[in-house]
């Protein structure tokens, strides 16, 4: 395929060459699942970051390029083995499949030599080398089978809960969406001007959260290994997701976990912000501008009650007489609709 454009998954406006970008790696784990007509959550479709977001330029071929190499990607070509434009490369052909596809995928070009080189990354070293990538990124994700009770009912009910956990695991799979920066930046400011509007309980910034997230990790590395033993099954590997089980209930505003939630619970799957797995806090620290900005995106983004999704093929020709005068009619109904509320 030759030159084209994409459509940004939030806006759904053109983006053409050149233009500056932000770019989502998400996972999906819906494969099983039914989605409803009334998805409630960004990850109503079952599309959940992996990490914040990359910024860069659209290179003109459905991806990513100069992209910018702050300490989010740094992390990411350190964790994943290659950059986010490589690994584009490799979702250009391969984004969307599933865990279970890959590794039926390895065994049947094994057999098959003769359809190695069918099209592009379809060949064992690049299945391969995105296997590699899942497990990495969902090495926590890996189901195991633990019994409870004695009897043959209570044996079967865990039988059937590893099953499940199991077809969920191998149905995982990673892709990439992307948006206009601009959108992304005003999603930000606007968030930060009207963070605690309509608030109701204690109010925390995410800046507090983060500071009060990495200052509970000191004193838990402060602690003694006795106690360290004790509090460490309710510590997350995660710190941006830290907070959601730790200490009072009552303090849970106070940290992370709290703003990072995706959906409408303090819940989060095992595939959420993996990139962010068993990092070191100065890692983490050095993530504090991407993580703020982001989840102050993320308090925005849930304010539109939109779902996460992929970004669909945009024409190169742009049908700026049909879509201006639309966008212009949105704009006339939100400003209708606000002097209703008056």
Known sequence: MGCFNKTAFYSHLPITYGDDIVMFVFSNQYSLSRVGCTPINPNGKGYSPIATPFFGKYDDYGSIEDVVDDANHQLFTRKIGMSLTEFCEIMYDLGGITLKELKDGIEELKKDDATKNEYHHKTVEDYEKLLKIYESL??????TYEEFGENEECKNAAKRMY???I???NNLSLCVAMEHKSIYDKMVEIAKANYFNGWYGKKVTIEEAFNNTVESILK????QEE???LLKPFIPS???KYGVYFGNVSKMEDFLGIKACIGDTVYFD????CLYDKITLDEFINLKENIIKYLYFLRAYKCTCTTFDVSPYHSQTVSYDVLIPIYEKMVEILKENTKNCE
């Open 270 to 273: 095992d595939a959420d912000y």
């Open 227 to 229: 106690k360290k033993k």
């Open 167 to 169: 077809e969920r695991y």
């Open 220 to 223: 838990f590395d402060d602690l």
């Open 163 to 165: 099953e499940y956990e």
């Open 238 to 240: 995660n710190p941006i």
């Open 138 to 143: 969902f090495e926590s994700s890996t189901p």
